[in-house]
């Protein structure tokens, strides 16, 4: 069926270096990617989204590439800080009703 | 804060019992989706509601049932509750019902079946 594989699970950084996490999804016909971060004990949090008719968005420090022909996108954290870390999740559509897939998520530690 | 408020925080039952879990959506919100969060399955997406009526079904099981109240609020009842049941539920919010909409989600019920 539909998947959406998220990597790497687990990614260590220090303050002030860049993250970079990958997904790569299986339903060409997804047309929508969130991205959430979710702190321990915490609500995801819906930090950027991207549609199949562009190939980036930034925001401030964050951006997210996509590549249909690969099927796969990427979140950028720039100039990371402490705050950032957390479980970041990916997700594309794809469920038997068209739902959101979500990655198994990938927990960034920013070291000061 | 998202809007989004679900009751209770944390619930702790025994086996074979059921229990209901609440969701209030954003003021003006007319959807709600339920997800399951456990360690091993990620975010598990287990069914929609738009304006009173079910949109879509994920992985939910038979034992789980949803509804949504002329209100708009939403209650998920989970009944023959084994171990495995345990996890985190969300509930999320979005305006039109389509996928492709922002969902905001709720802080959570932490379930705990022992």
């Known amino acids: 069926g539909e998947n959406v594989e998220q990597h790497p699970s687990t990614l260590s950084v220090q303050e002030g270096d860049s993250a970079v996490i990958k997904c790569t999804y299986s339903d060409s016909a997804s047309n929508y990617f969130p991205w959430y971060k979710q702190e321990l004990g915490k609500r995801p949090q819906l930090i950027i989204d991207?549609?199949?008719?562009?190939g980036e968005k930034k925001d401030q420090r964050i951006a997210v590439t996509l590549n249909k022909t690969a099927k796969h996108f990427s979140l950028h954290i720039t100039e990371t800080q402490p705050e950032d870390s957390a479980v970041y999740f990916c997700?594309?559509?794809?469920?038997?009703?068209?739902?959101?897939?979500f990655g198994k998520g990938t927990k960034l530690s920013v070291k000061p | 804060d998202s809007g989004v408020t679900q009751t209770p925080k944390h619930l702790i039952t025994a086996t074979g019992q059921r229990v209901t879990l609440r969701c209030s959506p954003r003021s003006g919100d007319l959807s709600v989706y339920w997800y399951q969060q456990s360690l091993d399955q990620g975010l598990q997406f287990l069914i929609q509601y738009y304006n009173g009526e079910e949109r879509a079904k994920g992985n939910i099981l038979e034992r789980f049932s949803a509804q949504q109240f002329p209100d708009l609020h939403s209650e998920l009842n989970l009944s023959s509750l084994e171990l495995g049941d345990s996890a985190l539920y969300f509930c999320?919010?979005?305006?039109?019902?389509?996928?492709?909409?922002?969902?905001?989600f709720g802080p959570g019920t932490r379930l705990t079946v022992l």
């Open positions: 997700a594309g559509l794809g469920g038997s009703q068209g739902n959101l897939i």
């Open positions: 991207i549609r199949s008719n562009v």
């Open positions: 999320a919010s979005s305006g039109l019902g389509g996928f492709t909409d922002t969902q905001y």
